[in-house]
């Protein structure tokens, strides 16, 4: 006799996040991505505005990560940013306090996006195994 079962109807686990070489690949697209069109919609002056969008996209990219990619995550973002968004154009440069506050910004977004992730998946785990 054969016995109809549903397939879904465990607990389900808490989603797991994508590698981190996936995360890391994505933060350099995404990062040439968002450099290119800020030098193209608003111009090169503007470095501040790239920052803000540069921070946008690790909040969105550490929602699928494992906080283990934040910091290669942040530093690529930080590469583009420094390397190409700032003036002069394609010299890595550091000044101390604007580069630092920069750096915490985007290790910040990437951290944010990572942990709003986490909790949102573990919270919906509780209420399916409680429910």
Known sequence: M??????GTGPRPVPQPFTTPLIWAGAFGGALTVVV?????VGP????????ALSLLAAILGVCARFTAAPGTTA????????????????????????????SCLLAAT???????????????????TA
Do not use: K, M, Q
């Open 2 to 7: 054969v016995e109809w079962v549903a397939l």
């Open 37 to 41: 069109l800020s030098h193209t919609v």
């Open 45 to 52: 002056d503007r470095p501040e505005l790239t920052l803000a």
């Open 76 to 103: 690529l973002r930080r590469l583009f940013l420094n390397g190409f968004a700032i003036p002069p154009v394609g010299s890595l440069t550091w000044t101390g306090s604007r580069d630092t506050l920069w750096l």
């Open 111 to 129: 951290v944010a996006g990572t942990t709003a992730a986490r909790l949102t998946h573990a919270r919906a785990a509780y209420r399916r195994l």
